[in-house]
């Protein structure tokens, strides 16, 4: 390994002689070794995990709130047009509570943070908040990275989309309220 010139550590080549010497003869077999790096099932679970998430944020921000602008400005307490960390976890533990769900770990509402950042300057602004909202709605097929890191397919581009309606906008209570307005 190390004549590789690949720049791993002794501890980083310890590392991967536990994981991939299956005889423990120092040695590490290629085939055997690619397949370590071959994406695992419980990898595809996570993924798709990670896009269900994003989904169901998108579903509870349109029925908890009247939009996605209306839940930033609720968060954005400091009223500077930015979001930072703090903010958006307390934007994900309201969410958890009101929608009776689990809270996310640390790790992923750190992830969904940086995914939210698509500028990677610690804060959300509103176009970068609504860019990710359109994204979530017009493309299912998020690509995800399994090393906890969520990724984009494409360049982010906000173009109109059909707003999907809420509980409260199907109901008939609000075909009713429309007619008195």
Known sequence: MR?????????????LLSVCDYDNSGYIEWRKFLTKLNPRDIDKR???????????IRENVYTF???PKDAFRI???????KLNFEQFNKFIVKMSQISHEELPSYAIIKDLFDFFDIRKD????MTEWIQTFKLIEEDPNIDVNIKGKLLRTRDLQVTPSPKPKTEWMRSPEYELSLIHI
């Open 3 to 15: 004549k590789l010139g690949l720049g791993f550590t002794l501890s980083e080549i310890d590392q």
């Open 46 to 56: 996570i993924v798709t995990r990670s896009k269900n998430r994003l989904e169901k």
């Open 65 to 67: 709130f009247i939009s």
């Open 75 to 81: 968060f954005n307490e400091d009223r500077t047009g």
């Open 122 to 125: 610690g804060l959300i602004d």
